[in-house]
């Protein structure tokens, strides 16, 4: 059967939220089905934005699969749209008979919040291109994040210089026209995107900053954006990836910032604007008094060794947390000291350990391999010193090995 392609009910109407189709396929796919309609709202996965989320109502009887017969009408959710040849394919959990009248219903909130995100977008693109003459090479529109990649580097002040226009074009509440040039018009018109589309090009313009060929729905007036607020941008290829956050998404954002800078406010008592240097203070307090901990470690690890009588022959030492260096070098005095096997391990019982084993003349791959036996340590290393790591291993267990060593 020849198929036909779908008329796109949001090409001329981004606002509609309902409409009414006939089912012209349905086809399994995996454990779902694939509908197509002859006219839809659903707008599919395309030019980096995902698909528009939903249902479909049908009167009950006429799904094909196991449904109620009494039930009048039964919606079933949309999952996922995707275009294929100027087809759009609805994926369904259930199968509706061919020739049937069905309703769909967009989710609008989805929508709405793709609109704003995709509106703003050819604003800052169009902004970038007037401004610096980059091109916009890659658009990414997921419902959590939103890039656009340029061709040429952008630094931060002109990143700023455009984030400042975008907003400026969406206080001017600017009227956004799609239109659907003649080949003439178009030759005449500057529009970015000029990608070789086949049929009927479609332009987005938004006076004063941006005309593009764009098949998605955009909102009708800039004003509808809210917001344009960059989050990063970063070096990426040749170019600059630059997200960004608009719309409800931007004010849910400013929400849990607020929130969290208000929580810091108040364990600090200080004023938002103070909390940054206070930070920096404490990172400095933090990383002295680390300093003046391990000092503290190391004498204190240095009178425990010199506590052990000189005639042991096997060491074990047991802390809660042993800088791996500081570990390395207390093996090593204390092998030069005793001849058996001297251990350290750092950790407790709940967290697991860290150990090296060393022996002066024996090979320290046995105690390894006891460790293995015992408790499934994992290590490696050579006769000299093995070092390694345990999750099982009770400090029982470990005092009850040194005692057998002991005796061997
Ligand atoms: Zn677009």
Known sequence: ???????????????????????????????SFLITLDRTLFFPESGG???????????????LEALDENVAQVSITVTDVQIEDEIIYHRVPSAIAVGTEVCGCIDWDHRFDNMQQHSAEHIFSGTVHRLYGYENVGFHLSDNTVTMDFSGTLDEEQIRNVESIVNRAIYENIEIDVSFPTKEELAETDFRSKKEIEGQMRLVTIPGYDVCACCAPHVHRTGEIGILKVQSFQRYKQGTRVQIICGGRALKLFREEHDLMTKLSNDFSLPFEEIGGRIDDLKDEIYNLKGRLMEADRKLSEIKRSMIPADRKNVLLIEDDYEALAMRKSVNELTDRHPGYCGIFSGNDKDGYRFIVGIKDGDARMALGALQKICNAKGGGSPQM????????????LRELWEHFEKD
């Open 1 to 31: 059967m020849e198929k036909k392609a779908t008329e796109k009910l949001y090409d001329t109407d981004a606002y509609a939220k309902e409409f009414t189709a006939r089912v012209e396929n349905c086809e399994p796919d995996d454990d």
């Open 49 to 63: 934005q995902t698909s528009d989320r939903g249902f479909i109502s049908v009167h009950g009887g006429e799904l």
């Open 386 to 397: 093995v070092q390694g790591s345990a999750d099982n291993l009770g400090e029982q267990l």
